[in-house]
């Protein structure tokens, strides 16, 4: 287990560095076009970032993370329409990135492992309308599509969660509870937005993959000695085209 915890540290660090490497590269091209040299308009497009953000996401979970494949995918497929417009009608791109989303959905709730962590009920899904809950739960999933929904959080014995959000909004109220040890919540959020608010206790440590998205802490600057290490919790997973906003009240 050390070994792995190990491995998984130095892969994230690495990933680091070749984001940084990348976001230099695109910075000297970026210059150099700026300064007049004739440099090919799809190296500084969007596509090529999703593409190069699809890498750095499989090299940082070691090549076993299906959303970094989509990422490379629609990134490829817009980059192909574009020296050859016959090559797929963009019509059809967008609804099959909400298919894909299913399908990543119905394979993340179907995934062995999964099962065991949700012991207490399966996930819930909102699809074109929204929900309020009170959820007791120690882990808590959902899945959203063109729909809102807002959780409350009171379990005393936070263990993590699981949110996909796709064209719409999530926010989870977390004000109310609790964790014992640090743990973990897993979020894919594409063109939609996550809304996670803490306990102004709480450390947060954000390890999300981000491409035409941000992450923002939107809590009061607060010393480091008033929060509690026991109480961390780490953001993983994928923004794209979205954004996610955390928040506290003191």
Sequence with gaps: MEKLNKDRATRHQNAKILAGVLIIGFGITFLLDRTGMNVPNWILSWKTILIAAGVVTLY???????????????????????????????????????????????????????????RNKPGKSFAFD?????????????????????????????????????FGGTEVNMTKADMQAPVTINSNTVFGGLTIIVPSNWKINSELTTAFGSVE?????????AQDPSKTLTLKGNCFFGGVEIHSYL
Excluded: C
């Design 130 to 166: 929204g929900e309020v809950d009170v959820e007791s739960d120690d882990f808590i999933s959902a899945s959203t599509f063109f729909g809102g929904v807002n959780k409350n959080v009171v379990t005393k014995n936070f263990q993590g969660a699981d949110f996909v959000t796709a």
């Design 217 to 225: 802490d939107k809590r009061p600057i607060m010393n480091d000695s």
């Design 60 to 118: 940082k979970h070691n090549f076993n993370h299906f959303f970094g494949y989509v990422m490379i995918a629609v990134g490829a497929v817009f980059m192909i329409n574009e020296f050859n417009p016959n090559f797929i009608d963009r019509r059809l791109i967008l609804p099959i990135i909400i298919i894909v989303f299913g399908t990543i959905t119905i394979i993340k709730a179907i995934k062995p492992g999964n099962n065991r962590r949700r």
